[in-house]
């Protein structure tokens, strides 16, 4: 079992093995990119690009994010390889002192991700979606992810958490004077997908 992958209410996440050693050249250039504010009332900042890893100057980046997605949706959910997964969009996120970042869930993608460029630890809470796995509200004596209604992950520099896009997350209040930088992205599938025996074949 993969000590860094959660199941949290029956959702993946996985906490990449691998770091990413970012150079000062990558990380200067996301803090220069030009921001507008997000919406959602957290006060934080995204880029104006949505598709940063078109740019070159965040090739090895994306290439190390294009792994980890693939790693995570081939051999950890084990998808058949002759349906693949690839990044659609990429954008940056600005968390500031005080700013934090609004529950959501990424919409039009398969597989999410968030990679951590600076940050002082500030956590990713995941949220349950839905009624109680019970029709009674029990007093739980210790929380873990097999009871809980929320779950916590925390940010580290050079590391990448993955997650199916329809997982509602938010990001925490920044309490620290590091401003919080990472990469959202989103992905789509291509190639064959389904069952022809169960008529859901399909290619895209």
Known sequence: ???????????????????????KKEL????????????????NSTSISDYLFKDEK???IKDFCTKQMKIYFNDIL???????LYITQAWANYNQTNQSHHNH?????????????Q???????????????????????KWDT??????????HPGKLIIFPSTLKHSVRQNKSNVERISIAMNSFVK??????????????
């Not at 209410?9 to 050693?21: E, H, Q, S």
């Not at 940050?119 to 004596?141: A, C, M, N, Q």
Request: glycine share 12%.
């Open 146 to 155: 097999n009871n809980c209604l929320s779950y916590w992950l925390k940010s």
């Open 58 to 60: 965040l090739k090895n």
């Open 119 to 141: 940050t002082d630890g500030v956590e990713i809470d995941f949220y349950k979606v839905g009624p109680s796995v019970f029709p009674l509200e029990f007093r739980y004596d």
């Open 191 to 204: 190639g064959y997908v389904g069952d022809n025996n169960d008529k859901t074949g399909l290619y895209l």
């Open 1 to 23: 079992m993969n000590k860094n992958l959660f199941q949290l209410f029956g959702y993946p996440v996985w906490l990449c093995d691998d770091t990413y050693n970012i150079t």
């Open 105 to 117: 869930h990424h919409a039009n993608s398969i597989v999410s991700g968030v990679f951590y460029l």
């Open 78 to 84: 084990h998808v058949e390889k002759q349906t693949e």
């Open 28 to 43: 200067d250039y996301v803090k220069s990119l030009a921001r507008r504010e997000n919406g959602g009332g957290g006060g």
